[in-house]
């Protein structure tokens, strides 16, 4: 969790869409989490494999139970960063269907959204997701990426990379501009 200083910290959910044990892209968002600076406080979220496959007719009652804590976190965060790998040139399927059960409500319309990449690799990915996430919310924001080549480093590598190591003033400049851009398109005011 980052360093929240009060009432006031800006709150980003941090959306993995691997449901691997070991993922670069789960461990970036959880050492990013450890190094964000006070007024910033970072969940991560890395339940896309525990998410049940979306359906229209599974809408008309309450949601399952997993869905609607994803969907209370969503509604929570200021904004949101999505972090995942490539499978078959595509979005991998637990991340589309994590998206797919938000598309009717009303939580994603709006929220601010940045991606990072834990890979040198992946554009059709990348290419499909920001054509997913930008018709999601009219808050995506393509100029905000932050990608680093993390394939195949082990969560500890990847933690000593962003916490102390070469990327850790990348991984803060981007917090810094979509804090800024999250502040600046309503989420909560300046610190
Ligand atoms: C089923 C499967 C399909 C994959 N397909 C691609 C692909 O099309 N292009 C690519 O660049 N990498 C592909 N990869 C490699 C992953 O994108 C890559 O290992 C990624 O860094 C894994 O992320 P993670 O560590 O967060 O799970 C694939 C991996 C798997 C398991």
């Known amino acids: 969790m980052g360093g929240r200083t009060g009432g006031s910290a800006l ?6 869409g691997s449901a691997r044990r ?3 892209n789960t461990a970036l968002l959880q050492a990013v ?6 007024g910033i406080e970072i969940s991560v979220f890395d339940g896309v494999g525990r998410l049940p496959v979306f359906s229209p007719d599974l809408e008309d009652g309450p949601p399952p139970p997993g869905v609607q804590a994803f969907m209370e976190a969503i509604a929570r965060a200021d904004g949101l960063i999505v ?3 490539e499978y078959v040139h595509a979005i991998p399927g637990g991340l589309k269907n994590a998206i797919d059960w938000l598309v009717s409500g009303e939580h994603i319309i709006g929220k601010p959204v940045a991606l990072m990449h834990a890979s040198h690799r992946g554009e059709n990915m990348l290419a499909a997701l920001r054509l997913v996430l930008s018709t999601v919310t009219e808050r995506f924001a393509p100029d905000i990426f932050l990608r680093l080549p993390l394939m195949k480093m082990t ?3 990847i933690m000593e990379a962003v916490g102390a190591g070469a990327y850790r003033d990348e991984v803060l400049g981007f917090l810094d501009g979509f804090a800024g851009y999250c502040r600046a398109t309503g989420a909560r005011p300046p610190l």
């Open 22 to 24: 070991a993922s670069t």
């Open 155 to 157: 969560p500890e590598a």
């Open 83 to 85: 972090a995942s790998p």
């Open 11 to 16: 709150r980003l959910l941090a959306i993995s």
């Open 33 to 38: 989490a450890e190094v964000a600076p006070p």
